[in-house]
């Protein structure tokens, strides 16, 4: 960040009275520039046979890598919605029923990211502009060196777990 | 927003190629702004005892409500150190055992509210800038109609509630 949103003027770095770390400030207009994590959220997508969805990148990064539907949250949706949402644009996959199964931060990258696991209400999925192969995977059957992002693994291992353990959400964080 | 933060030049909103939502970009440098949700992240103290901890606002809105530490998540860290974080600059508790029980979705204010059930090592606490009194409350004498935001409320509900029911996170949003 170079200029104030608000105004136009040229930003500086300090830190506000009350406050505890380094901002971007405005001396012109006063306006303080917060950044925040940003929100990640998708589904484990499970047909109505027990297999599950995933979905070959079709852009960077990782292309070609597979990964569950997920996204930016946008504003103006929950995360349920946004999941939904992601999930529908990169599969053609309208989920049901979610329940939330994994937040993992990433405070290198400033995200957290969130998994629900949805129902699919049949075997009907598509390709997407995002995604160049969609398919359904056996739980045994996952292409683990294949897989996008840590954030996917862990939350896929996590449902595997849930198979046999007691219900928790995981959550974790990843720091590099 | 009025103006690129990048280059300076004043800002449009318009769809860019490949997108669904509209967007501030920036025609001079093609920055394109996207703006997302926050967290606010905050805990559930738990005393030896099993009264929890609630703060009351020592600042606007809602302030001399009680309400449960928490806050704007910040860059670079986690949702449990940010939790954590507020937990301590509020009612000077080091929570531990962090446990999530509720996220709850704001959409009309861009928000994501997260919190953790946390055990306090003793009973020491203390008022600070932001909490003008901080006491502890059992369960059956919560100050409900002094309970300052309603995912405090549903959030403290819930637990309530896990007393006598099977973990789950609590997963909601409230409209507006
Ligand atoms: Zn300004
Ligand atoms: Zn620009």
Not at 118 to 127: I, K, L
């Amino acid at each position: 960040m170079n200029f104030c949103s608000e105004c136009g003027h040229p930003v500086t770095v300090k830190t506000p009275p009350g406050d505890h770390l380094p901002r971007f400030v405005c001396e012109h207009c006063d306006a303080i520039h917060y950044r925040n994590p940003r929100i990640i959220t998708g589904t484990v997508p499970v047909a109505p046979d027990g297999r599950i969805l995933l979905c070959r990148r079709n852009i960077e990064p990782r292309k070609n890598f597979w990964t569950l539907p997920a996204g930016f949250m946008e504003n103006g949706e929950t995360t349920v919605q946004g999941a939904l949402r992601e999930t529908d644009e990169e599969s053609m996959v309208r989920g049901e029923n979610p329940v939330l199964i994994s937040v993992i931060s990433l405070p290198a990258f400033d995200q957290v990211h969130m998994f629900y696991r949805v129902d699919m209400p049949d075997f009907n999925y598509g390709t997407t502009a995002e995604s160049n192969a969609v398919d359904l995977y056996h739980l045994d059957d996952i292409p683990w060196p294949d897989i996008a992002f840590r954030t996917v693994e862990r939350t896929l291992k996590h449902y595997l777990e849930l198979q046999t353990q007691p219900f928790y959400v995981l959550n974790d964080h990843i720091d590099i």
